[in-house]
Every structure is written in structure tokens, then in C-alpha cells.
């Protein structure tokens, strides 16, 4: 999910320089919905004990 979060990051960067302003602004919104989904998804493993064993 953080992969997906990085590629709207950078689709909103590339755009916003290029001139194409909905299409940042689209991106821009979607990376931050899934940053914050990505994070609250991190808490909850943390609180459950469920992250990565190693």
C-alpha cells in the first residue's frame, strides 16, 4: 500500500510540473488517503501484535 501511495506521489509531482492541474490534484488526494489508510493499517498490526515476524 505504501507502493501505491509513492506511485500517486510521484504521478501528482510529474503533473503539477507539467501544468496539469486536476490531475495533480487527483493524485495528491489519493496518495494522502491511502498514506493515512497505511497508517492507521500500521497501528492496528502494532496494537494486535500481528506485524512482521522475523
Same mark, same amino acid.
Given at each position: 500500500?505504501?507502493?501505491?501511495?509513492? =506511485?500517486?506521489?510521484?504521478?501528482?509531482? =510529474?503533473? @503539477?510540473?507539467?501544468g496539469f492541474g486536476g490531475v495533480?490534484?487527483?493524485?495528491? @488526494? =489519493?496518495?494522502?488517503?491511502l498514506f493515512f489508510l497505511f497508517?492507521?493499517?500500521?497501528?492496528?498490526?502494532?496494537?494486535? @501484535?500481528?506485524?512482521?515476524?522475523?
Open positions: 500500500m505504501l507502493y501505491w501511495t509513492l =506511485i500517486f506521489l510521484v504521478v501528482a509531482l =510529474i503533473s @503539477g510540473v507539467l495533480a490534484s487527483a493524485s495528491a @488526494g =489519493i496518495a494522502r488517503v497508517l492507521v493499517l500500521f497501528a492496528v498490526s502494532l496494537l494486535t @501484535g500481528r506485524g512482521v515476524s522475523t
